[in-house]
């Protein structure tokens, strides 16, 4: 399966777990220390709005979260449709893009939105009391490029804190958060 087949299936699970927040829960916190649902969900509209900018040749949005207005799971779902309506044009995983972590071949940087999209749903359905359910191959496309970017690339204060452990019998989707420093 293609990435950006893999990334459309990420993008719909996360929309599921966004599409079920709660009315209540939009400011309750996530395992995202600093930031509450709404922030996260944010995050991931941005994103997915910097991934379809450079694809398009456009600049990124320096700030890491959009503004969602009034209705954060629509701006999620706009978002998401607009990433994969970019990415499904010829040509786009064969070219180079910027990213916060330096010039990425096009499935590399769409290797980082499932990452970031698999990694964020779980943060928003731990916060808010679902389960996710994304495809054990979004899940393992997920971990193998955490693994390779972050294996050895984690400054003090920066985006990602210090692997957790993890039960052996955890849940692979588990596993790739406690990797990613996520208490589970």
């Keep these: 399966m293609d990435i950006v087949e893999l990334l459309g299936r990420a993008l719909d699970e996360t929309g599921r777990i966004i599409t079920g927040i709660r009315a209540d829960q939009w400011k309750g916190p996530t395992p995202c220390e600093e930031w509450d649902v709404r922030t996260v969900v ?4 941005r994103g997915n709005q910097n991934t379809a900018a450079v694809a398009e040749g456009r ?3 320096p700030n890491p979260i959009a503004d969602v207005g009034a209705d954060p799971v629509r701006a999620y779902h706009e978002s998401a449709e607009t990433v994969m309506r970019v990415w499904r044009q010829a040509g786009r995983l064969d070219e180079d893009y910027p990213t916060p972590l330096g010039m990425f071949p096009g499935h590399r940087l769409l ?3 499932l990452a970031d999209n698999v990694t964020h749903g779980w943060d928003l359905a731990r916060a808010t009391g679902q389960t ?18 972050f294996a050895d690339n984690r400054p003090p204060g920066g985006a990602f804190a210090p692997s957790a452990s993890a039960p052996d019998n955890a849940p692979p989707i588990d596993r790739l958060a406690a990797f990613l420093g996520r208490p589970v």
Excluded: I, K
């Design 132 to 149: 996710p359910n994304y495809p054990d191959e979004v899940v393992a496309a997920a971990t193998a490029f955490a693994e390779t970017q």
């Design 111 to 113: 290797s980082l939105r």
């Design 59 to 61: 600049p990124r949005d």
């Design 42 to 45: 944010g995050h991931l509209v």
